[in-house]
């Protein structure tokens, strides 16, 4: 909905849509992404802050100087760099830190002078509060990080330890108050201590109690554990953090799969290669919540009475810079002021309001035009409820590589409405997967949807190399075209290339190939996309201005030249040498153009070329004729002519005489053989 002309601050469309185009839209029958199930996220950072998650790695990169930070430091860097992201990309998402350990104390703003925040939690500093990040927290946080004598000063390890018990009871308030009615409330936990209260069982069990309050609010605890390869330490979340931290969501029942597996330790040594910050970085990205879902609750009838409950998500969608809201800057004033707009329809005679109530809707058919209301057309679009129906099953291998033409949908199971859904939709998964089967759907996707018919094709689990789940096991809704949207592909005559040829380039695109073969989309972020993002992250915390976007997709000339450029050379000489063969074989030779350009033509005699002449002129002079035109029009080709052919033609018949553009000549033709009798 980036290209609406006006949105109101809620997000909703105008009273009258968008004027004569909105009928096409409609037609298109394009998802609103409106319409979608918004998912809000708030986002509660715990760091530890104690000596050890201070002190920096004895081995580390002079080329990485990210790989010198300690545990703490590349946590609130790696916070920072989320809050970047997210306050374009999630703009209504909330996001907070608290760092516990601390000497400091403070729960709200004016702690620090009274010392009441020690009284409530003592060593908990609230150092962001849950809110959507602002420009000013953004900054602060950079302070934080990029600032040693700001950190030194606030990040300084307490001698006593600090209560779990109360972190965990701090986090609950702070959810409490701050994000009551969100969908998705998790508590990210950043530590390298496994084992907390070593000599108290009592406060071991007090945390367990005040983790178990926080999963009955809704709260998910993800660890995020911290290991010291070089200290000779391997984080153990058995010793504690198992009677912590609950495997299941109990708050975000549209995730495609409960996110199960724990977070792999992340090493604080650049040993591996992998820095601290970018392990961090990574681990939070495998935790990100689903934003959208298109359907919830939809049936899904595998058979005559047998239903289950689904929900759709889209996993992949392009996206595009968004407008939030207009704005624009009195005459009085260099404050900008939001606009807030509104649109009328007018009478074209009249000038007169017209209300909504007295449109009709209207299409052309046979020269007339016929109109319709709303609840007629409500009626014609009406193929029932949504609902997802299986009609057959057929093998994988009998769907097309071509047959795609929108994007397709990711289902998983609901047990809200019908209870075992589940396990009904595990069971005709793994069949699909084991049989290399796919079912044929009829697919409506929401009311007054126009009906697809739609594959339903199984997707098997992906891991990444650290075993985190990159696509959860499910099925995929991919429409499939009716006989009504394939086009005829174009007639072409290519020439095969010989099999030396072929040869040849496969040992280039085998010397080119992606790493392990595989093309992975998040090592290529959108360059565009990317650079209107900086650009407006330096506005707004005012920061240089970059020279230049920093694209990934550019190839690389130097490694390509260095691992391909000989073989491109040779087959370069081949294709010379083929080519000349072609040419003997074929009879043909290359002919310069006016522009220098090469043609390529077939030989013939000299003796023709006076006749081939003499023949044009004539043709020529013979003008377009009645057949040929009839031909034209027959076959919609009748634009395919020049003016002066048209010109020339409607003279012949006393017509179009005031008629100059090409638009209005092809009318003036068609008219005349539609208004004839012995046209079909």
Request: hydrophobic residues 35%; charged residues 30%; aromatic residues 8%.
């Amino acid at each position: 909905m980036t290209d609406l002309p006006y949105r109101d601050k809620m997000g909703e469309p105008s009273k009258y849509g968008r004027g004569p185009a909105q009928d096409e839209e409609e037609e298109e029958e394009e998802v609103d992404e409106a319409g979608y199930k918004a998912m809000k996220d708030a986002v509660l950072f715990a760091i530890d802050v104690s000596d050890s998650m201070l002190q920096t790695p004895t081995e580390s990169d002079p080329k990485k100087p990210d790989t010198a930070l300690s545990p703490t430091v590349a946590a609130l860097k790696c916070v920072y760099a989320l809050m970047q992201q997210r306050m374009i990309s999630n703009p209504n998402d909330m996001m907070g830190i608290l760092l516990f350990g601390t000497d400091k104390s403070k729960f709200q703003d004016g702690d620090e002078g009274t010392g009441k925040g020690g009284l409530q939690y003592p060593h908990c500093y609230l150092l962001t509060d849950l809110d959507v990040p602002t420009a000013a927290d953004v900054k602060q946080l950079r302070t934080l990080v990029e600032d040693a004598e700001e950190a030194a000063d606030l990040l300084q390890a307490s001698k006593e330890e600090v209560s779990m018990a109360n972190v965990l009871f701090c986090a609950n308030q702070i959810f409490t108050t701050k994000a009551p009615n969100f969908s998705s409330r998790r508590l990210f936990l950043v530590t390298d201590n496994d084992f907390p209260h070593a000599s108290s069982r009592d406060a071991r069990n007090s945390a367990a109690v005040r983790a178990k309050d926080l999963y009955d609010l809704g709260v998910t605890i993800e660890l995020f554990p911290i290991s010291h390869p070089d200290r000779g330490y391997t984080f153990d979340r058995s010793r504690f953090y198992n009677d912590i931290v609950y495997s299941s969501t109990p708050s975000d029942p549209d995730a495609p799969a409960p996110l199960t597996a724990d977070v792999k330790a992340a090493s604080s040594t650049a040993r591996d290669g992998i820095s601290l910050l970018q392990s961090l970085l990574s681990s939070i990205a495998s935790r990100s919540a689903p934003r959208r879902a298109l359907f919830s609750n939809m049936p899904f009838e595998i058979a005559p009475g047998l239903k289950i409950s689904i929900k759709g998500f889209i996993i992949l969608k392009r996206q595009e810079p968004k407008r939030t809201s207009y704005v624009y800057l009195p005459p009085d004033s260099d404050k900008a002021q939001l606009a807030v707009g509104s649109s009328t329809l007018l009478a074209d005679d009249t000038a007169r309001t017209v209300e909504k109530v007295e449109i009709r809707r209207a299409y052309k058919f046979g020269g007339e035009t016929i109109s319709f209301s709303d609840e007629e057309i409500a009626n014609i679009r009406n193929f029932g409820e949504p609902v997802l129906r299986i009609i057959g099953f057929k093998p994988l291998s009998m769907l097309p590589l071509w047959a795609t033409y929108t994007k397709s949908t990711f289902i998983y199971p609901s047990e809200e409405e019908f209870i075992g859904s589940t396990r009904v939709f595990s069971a005709l998964h793994q069949k699909l997967l084991k049989d290399k089967k796919m079912g044929v759907a009829w697919y409506i996707p929401r009311r007054n949807a126009v009906p697809k018919l739609a594959a339903i094709i199984p997707g098997s689990e992906h891991n990444n190399e650290e075993g985190e789940q990159t696509m959860p096991p499910g099925l995929w809704v991919k429409p499939i075209p009716f006989a009504d949207d394939i086009r005829d592909a174009p007639d072409t005559h290519p020439v095969r290339a010989p099999d030396t040829l072929v040869d040849a380039m496969r040992v280039i695109v085998q010397q080119l190939q992606l790493p392990k073969g595989v093309y992975d989309p998040h090592k290529y972020p959108n360059p565009s996309l990317q650079w209107f993002y900086r650009i407006l992250q330096a506005l707004a915390l005012e920061e240089d201005l970059p020279e230049q976007p920093e694209d990934k997709t550019l190839p690389r000339w130097k490694q390509i030249h260095k691992r391909a450029g000989q073989y491109v050379i040779e087959w370069g000489g081949i294709l010379d040498e083929q080519f000349r063969m072609w040419q003997k074989d074929n009879d043909r030779h290359v002919k310069p153009t006016a522009n220098g350009a090469a043609k390529r033509t077939k030989a013939e005699p000299a003796s023709s070329a006076n006749a081939k002449k003499i023949k044009q002129e004539n043709s020529e002079d013979e003008g377009v004729t009645d057949e040929d035109m009839k031909t034209a029009y027959e076959k919609d080709a009748v634009s395919k002519y020049k003016v002066a052919d048209l010109k020339s033609w409607l003279q012949g018949k006393a017509l179009g005489k005031a008629l100059t553009k090409k638009a209005d000549l092809v009318n003036a033709v068609t008219a005349w053989f539609e208004t004839r009798m012995d046209v079909d």
